[in-house]
């Protein structure tokens, strides 16, 4: 064989199935153009919307549908999709062993060659054997990377169906204290209205009409306030929901009901910890972090092992045709590791302190949320009773009205304080809304309506206009 042959072998073999690189920048300015045209009415989003829920109307949406859309339109939920496709590529690298090699020598004899040929040629494969399970170590390894980067996942999507959820209550919650705002404010005016015709009739004195004018300007205050409030929570919900901040301006959030609280009453404390534990994708997290430092530990006492390599080839020496096979051990010296294993070691009880920490922290919220509802409740039972209090009292007011016992202010008044009594029960009910919210979150879990599906967090999404 000639030496130019052997050349042109070892440059196909170095070329063959080789993969182009192909460059694809990033034009930083496609995205934010994309995201000021996003509709709440766009076609494609309202058909994702209907696979999985009621189809939304115009003007109204259910804090489930905007969940949804927030899943079709959040770009994190994207990236961890990505990062875990790529991990999961990772696992069939970490189980490539090593790859063969090549090694070519050519030589010329100058002198004393005679009739022979001057040329002598060697050719060798380069085979690497990997002893002590260090291709295992690196699958688990990689497996373990995998499980992490689902666990991820699944946490960035229910932190997104969490979040719209969180945003669409604040939403709600904004409008109801904006109409009550608005009831508190046309009883006062009302109130006022009345003190001026006694104020006139020199029924009533100045200090009087101060006082209930005061009060005209502090509930005219608390309506400018929930408008601001109102403002907030509209402009973080589209937010949350991946939108610009005028594309719910007309919309009607409406907030389906949780059965969070509920929950506290048909399980115990154990229960609901244990439920907690095998559902938030946290623990997951925790636990996979333990399982790649105990693969990483493994790998390290593998790499006490030398590896071998072998080199059969085939000599053409002047004419004479020889096999030969070479032996190597690199790294026989190195045997030891202890350095390293040290250091796995230390990663891998940083990793079990870890999942205790994780435990701990969503024991604690659950504990908190569990309180937060029987608090809420023990809470609502007083400002209940004191809305029906109110009540009867305009009940009396009115009553004594009709007969001609009292003036228009009475009623008036007694009114004013039904309408105080439920701005303060309906406060208290949101806090209990807010509270049975926090506990489905420490479950990871939305019971929602019978037969309620949910999207695949692995399933690839696409619409036009998302740049995912």
Not at 154 to 175: G, K
Request: charged share 25%; aromatic share 4%; glycine share 8%.
């Amino acid at each position: 064989m000639r030496p130019s042959s052997v050349v042109s072998l070892l440059l196909a073999l170095a070329t063959a199935a080789c993969v182009r690189y192909r460059a694809q920048p990033v034009d930083p300015a496609t995205f934010p153009a994309a995201y000021r045209q996003r509709r709440l009415d766009d076609s494609a989003l309202v058909a994702y919307v209907r696979r999985w829920a009621e189809p939304p109307a115009r003007a109204r949406w259910t804090d489930r549908q905007l969940a949804l859309a927030a899943l079709l339109l959040r770009p994190e939920l994207a990236r961890a999709r990505a990062q875990w496709r790529a991990a999961q590529v990772g696992e069939r690298s970490a189980g490539a062993r090593p790859a063969p090699g090549v090694e070519a020598d050519i030589e010329r004899a100058v002198s004393g060659s005679g009739a022979h040929s001057p040329w002598v040629v060697s050719l060798a494969g380069l085979l690497t054997v990997e002893l002590g399970g260090k291709r295992g170590a690196r699958v688990q390894q990689a497996r373990a990377r995998t499980a992490r980067a689902e666990s991820d996942l699944h946490l960035t999507f229910w932190r997104v169906v969490q979040d719209a959820r969180a945003a669409a209550l604040s939403v709600a919650l904004a409008a109801a204290e904006l109409d009550e705002a608005h009831r508190e404010l046309s009883a006062v005016a009302r109130i006022l209205g009345f003190e001026r015709e006694r104020f006139a009739e020199a029924a009533l004195t100045s200090s009087e009409l101060a006082r209930t004018g005061g009060e005209l300007q502090e509930a005219r205050a608390a309506v400018g306030s929930a408008e601001r409030t109102m403002l907030e929570a509209r402009a973080r919900l589209a937010g949350v929901v991946g939108l610009p901040a005028r594309a719910l301006d007309s919309v009607a959030v409406v907030v389906s009901p949780t059965a969070g609280c509920q929950a506290s009453d048909s399980l115990d404390s154990d229960s609901l910890a244990s439920l907690a534990l095998s559902r938030r994708a946290e623990v997951g997290q925790a636990l996979a972090d333990y399982a790649a430092a105990e693969a990483a530990l493994y790998l390290q006492v593998a790499r006490q092992y030398p590896d071998l390599g072998l080199g059969p080839g085939f000599i053409w020496d002047q004419g004479v045709h020889r096999w030969a096979v070479a032996l190597a051990a690199p790294g026989l010296l190195a045997f030891r590791n202890r350095a390293p294993i040290a250091e796995a070691i230390a990663a891998r009880s940083a990793a079990a302190a870890h999942i205790a920490e994780v435990q701990d922290s969503v024991l604690v919220e659950i504990g908190v949320a569990v309180a937060g509802c029987r608090g809420g409740r023990l809470e609502q039972v007083g400002a209940d009773s004191q809305a029906v209090v109110a009540g009867r009292a305009l009940a009396l007011a009115e009553a004594a009205y009709q007969r001609g016992e009292t003036t228009r202010l009475d009623p008036a008044l007694a009114q004013l304080g039904v309408a105080r009594a439920e701005r303060a029960s309906r406060a208290v009910e949101r806090t209990v809304r807010s509270a049975a919210l926090a506990l489905d979150a420490a479950l990871a879990m939305w019971q929602g309506a019978p037969g309620e599906r949910w999207p695949d967090p692995r399933e690839e999404i696409a619409m036009p206009g998302v740049s995912h």
